[in-house]
Nanobody
Framework: VQLQASGGGLVQAGGSLRLSCLASGPTFNGYVMGWFRQAPGKEREFVAAIKWSGGSSTYSGAAKGRFTISKDSAKNTVYLQMNNLKLEDTAGYYC???????????????????WGQGTQVTVSQ
């Protein structure tokens, strides 16, 4: 499985961005696709995750109500729509894939087997 994240950039506070994660591999059935972020000097932080089969999703408290994770199976792509961005959302954003994850462990980055290269999101005043 290979993951390629894109869509980051510089945006003003209150603005929106949509991140994409293009996945390649034989199959993604049974996988959970997650988005994490990491700011300088901080630990990697869970943002959102979605089951490839079924599409159920889960969010961090910081993301809930502002971010939406979705997928397009035909394009093998997972999206993270981010609205009402805040200064504290500034970070490198990474997509990840893990097989057979249950909801309770989805926020744990160590449970994911594959990672994309990251895309930078910078929110300015």
């Amino acid at each position: 499985v290979q993951l390629q994240a894109s869509g980051g950039g510089l945006v003003q506070a209150g603005g929106s961005l949509r991140l994409s994660c293009l996945a390649s591999g034989p199959t993604f059935n049974g996988y959970v696709m997650g988005w994490f972020r990491q700011a300088p000097g901080k630990e990697r932080e869970f943002v959102a995750a979605i089951k490839w089969s079924g599409g159920s999703s889960t969010y961090s408290g910081a993301a809930k109500g502002r971010f939406t994770i979705s997928k397009d199976s035909a394009k093998n792509t997972v999206y993270l729509q981010m609205n009402n961005l805040k200064l504290e959302d500034t970070a490198g954003y990474y997509c990840a894939a893990g097989h057979g994850l249950i909801t309770s462990v989805m926020p744990n980055p160590t449970k994911y087997n594959y990672w994309g290269q990251g895309t930078q999101v910078t929110v300015s005043q």
